[in-house]
């Protein structure tokens, strides 16, 4: 991966200042601490503007349709500070011109608005690409004093540059670097910087003539494009070994930087995703580690019953007040001693004995009761956690993270269609689920009576559907193969797959997604 460097800002800039300037900057918004999407319309043209300010992926653009829906940006409820800062000065305000600062890394919008007094003022959005340093930074233009910025920047962590609210805005420090369009004498990359010229785009043209290093500068010739692998991308398609031509800087841009956000959020939410799941099995194995105790304790309970039963029978044969009393066990066809609260009558220590029978009686139904809701959690988040290792794109990774963190994911849209992997086998059609959302959508929504259900036998797996009635052994076997590859033991031997019709399935009251029970199973094992 390469970085966004100035020749590359300097390149889009001229692209697309003719539309910007003028336009109007219609909605803020504010989805991490450091992306930004401002709408921006023109000529009955509307565009959404990216900012993104993360060290390793820093750059900005205008997104299209489908890499704003592949960026997977969440807008939060409640805006930060500085969005609401930009909100207050910057909505429904006009943008006058924009800049490039020579060399530098840096967009600015100079932007006409009205103070609270009704009063025109003028300020600047600075947007600053600069790796860990990138920053957005909105300023008073006439007074030079910062209103706000994305991020400050204290004098601990700089004794340069400053950036806060009420302090005055100063560029980055000057770079000394030679301006290569003055530069007259032999070039060595390896040994020498210069203004415009980043360390992969130096790579690209080490085979270049001075003369034609200037060209580039200039931007004659403009070809963007971004190499097969997306290794890195160029301004000039020719410079590099696989090109893959785009229509402009804007789209090379957009396409280059969006591939890395989604392989970059895809790592990071699998990550976070497994880590929960992962922590809640902990909990829930420790839970019926303990529980599987606790029963083990009240199994002793049964013994109260036949004490108090043996105390009864023996009412007229013992003293009351006694500390103990032996007795004939007929149960056990032996005498056995049993200890007595000495200060109870035989009736009441009989009576003592019956409610704590009854007590672990109860207590041993609630906890087999717990048992089972523990175990069936357990089976879920293990479902789930198989999901998380099998979610191929973010797309997926999210469908998981709104089913078992709603609280953080994107709500669930319900009129958007749940896409389960779909196959055809000889004319049938077959659905694999991918997760329990899509497990379930398969069940409630796409399976008829008579089509055929798949599961992996004791282990987390896909949901597969086999639709259409009567299919031959052939294609019943093909599914349970499919049932077998599709679960948490692809490689194991000897998986049992059970398949029934759906008319035999049924998904219990509060159940977790995904969960059914079922009757009138066969079984398959596959090796």
């Known amino acids: 991966m390469i970085t966004f460097d100035s020749l590359t800002l300097k390149a889009w800039t001229e692209e697309n200042s003719e539309f910007l300037t ?70 429904n305000s006009v943008i006058s011109k924009i800049n490039q600062p020579p060399y530098e890394r840096i967009l600015e919008f100079y932007i006409e608005t009205y103070n609270e007094l009704s009063e025109k003022i003028y300020l600047c959005l600075a947007i600053e690409l600069m790796g860990k340093h990138s920053n957005v930074i909105l300023y008073n233009y006439d007074t030079n004093i910062i209103l706000g910025c994305a991020h400050n920047i204290g004098a601990e962590k700089s004794s340069v540059r400053e950036m806060a609210g009420t302090l005055p805005y100063v560029y980055p420090p000057k770079q000394h670097k030679t301006d290569i369009l003055t530069y007259n004498g032999e070039i060595d990359f390896d040994t020498m910087d210069f203004y ?45 070994a696989k090109p893959l031509y785009q229509s402009s800087v804007n789209e090379m841009i957009d396409n280059y930087f969006t591939h890395y956000q989604e392989k970059d959020k895809y790592q990071t939410l699998k990550i976070h995703l497994k880590t929960f799941t992962c922590q809640k099995i902990k909990k829930l194995k420790s839970s019926l580690k303990k529980l599987e105790e606790q029963l083990i304790r009240e199994e002793n309970s049964d013994k109260y019953r036949l004490f108090g039963d043996l105390v009864m029978a023996n009412l007229y044969n013992n003293k009351d007040f006694s500390p103990s009393i032996e007795v004939f066990d007929y ?54 956690l198989y999901s998380i290792e099998c979610a191929a794109n973010v797309k997926d990774l999210f469908e998981i993270k709104s089913e078992i963190m709603p609280q953080e994911g994107v709500k669930p849209d319900k009129h958007k269609a749940v896409e389960p992997e779909k196959i055809n086998i000889e004319g049938f059609t077959v659905f694999i689920g991918k997760n329990n959302r899509q497990n379930d959508y398969i069940i409630s929504k796409l399976a008829k009576d008579e089509d055929i259900w798949f599961h992996t036998k004791d282990c987390a797996g896909s949901h597969v559907l086999l639709k259409g009635e009567n299919p031959p052994d052939k294609i019943i076997l093909e599914c349970a193969k499919l049932a077998k590859q599709h679960s948490s033991a692809p490689t194991s031997s000897k998986i049992g797959v059970i398949y029934t019709k759906r008319k035999y399935l049924r998904k219990p009251p509060k159940a977790n997604l995904g969960y059914v029970t079922y009757k009138n199973e066969k079984e398959i094992v596959i090796d």
């Open 22 to 91: 003028g336009a109007r900057i219609q909605k803020i918004q504010q989805p991490t601490r450091r992306e930004f999407v401002f709408s921006i319309r023109k000529a009955g043209e509307t565009r959404k503007f990216y900012i993104n300010i993360n060290p390793q992926l820093h750059h900005l653009c205008f997104m299209n349709k489908e890499n704003e829906e592949r960026r997977m940006i969440e807008i939060p409820k409640k805006p930060p500070m500085f969005c609401m800062l930009l909100r207050k000065y910057l909505e």
């Open 196 to 240: 415009w010229i980043s360390k992969s785009f130096a790579n690209q043209i080490k085979a270049s003539t001075l003369s034609e290093i200037k060209n580039f500068v200039n931007l004659h010739g403009i070809s963007p494009a971004i190499s097969e692998d997306y290794r890195e991308f160029s301004l000039f398609g020719k410079l590099l």
């Open 331 to 384: 149960e056990n066809n032996k005498n056995i001693t049993i200890e007595l609260d000495n200060t109870k009558t035989l009736k009441e220590n009989a009576n003592k004995f019956y409610k704590l029978y009854n007590k672990g009686k109860t207590s041993k139904q609630k906890l087999g009761e717990m048992r089972e809701i523990l175990t069936e959690n357990l089976c879920y988040c293990e479902q789930v």
